[in-house]
């Protein structure tokens, strides 16, 4: 089993949609969680951090169920400009090491 | 502007041929770390820093090297390459006294090892 699973997708939108990506861990020593965003051939870049009691960002919003190890990313209101594949990353620390686990990806394509 | 600096951006070598790919960061962060990322794979830590002269094995360390001679930069090394080690790679680097913290990317290296 992958530590960190991603549904592939693609995930084919109209704009102005709303849509949901989820993402499962397997290690429960899991510390911190982000979400990363990658364009096509471009470097991953933090779209946002992952907190337990739930975080907004603009139109972005995720969520952190712990018991159940999962992590969500909801995007209301798609922009052709989100198009890209969205990284669920884990982070876990033991002592004084960190170690960060990358999902595969969901790939979203908003289209007019 | 702080950034995380890989070269060359894209390689085409033969197998066999020894290569360097460089990456530097100017944000003085201890942690620092090379991924190679391929399609349905996704990223995968090749080796990692967490200090000057502090290196360790990530997921994937076969057929690579690295050095921590100077906090900024981290040079992921292949002695002798070969085809299956065509992927692209990031170096990827964050402060290590808050470890929750996200890592900053390097635009990427595309390497194809003939």
């Known amino acids: 089993r992958k530590e960190v699973e991603q549904d592939p997708g693609p995930f084919n939108v109209p704009e102005g949609a709303t849509v949901a990506f989820n993402c499962t861990y397997s290690?429960?020593?899991?510390?911190?969680f982000f979400w990363y965003r990658q364009d096509c051939r471009k470097e991953p870049k933090l779209l946002m951090s992952?907190?337990?009691s739930g975080n907004e960002d603009g139109r972005f919003t995720a969520q952190l169920n712990r018991a159940s190890q999962y992590i969500s990313l909801l995007i209301r209101d798609s922009k052709l400009s989100d198009s890209a594949t969205y990284l669920c990353?884990?982070?876990?620390?033991?002592?004084?090491?960190?170690?960060?686990?990358f999902g595969t990806g969901t790939r979203l394509q908003v289209t007019l | 502007e702080a950034q995380v600096t890989q070269n060359p951006r894209y390689l085409i070598t033969v197998t066999g041929k020894k290569l360097t790919v460089t990456c530097s960061q100017n944000?003085?962060?201890?942690?620092m770390s090379w991924y190679r990322q391929d399609p349905g794979l996704g990223l995968r830590q090749i080796y990692y820093?967490?200090?000057?002269?502090?290196?360790d094995k990530g997921d994937v360390p076969e057929g690579y090297k690295v050095s921590r001679k100077e906090k900024r930069n981290f040079p992921l090394i292949l002695e002798s390459p070969s085809p299956n080690q065509t992927s692209l790679y990031f170096c990827?680097?964050?402060?290590?006294?808050?470890?929750?913290?996200?890592?900053?990317f390097g635009d990427g290296t595309r390497l194809s090892i003939l």
């Open positions: 990827a680097s964050r402060t290590q006294r808050w470890s929750n913290q996200p890592q900053h």
């Open positions: 290690n429960s020593a899991s510390q911190s």
């Open positions: 992952v907190y337990s």
């Open positions: 990353v884990v982070n876990i620390v033991t002592g004084t090491a960190s170690k960060l686990t």
């Open positions: 944000m003085n962060h201890e942690y």
């Open positions: 820093s967490m200090n000057v002269e502090v290196t």
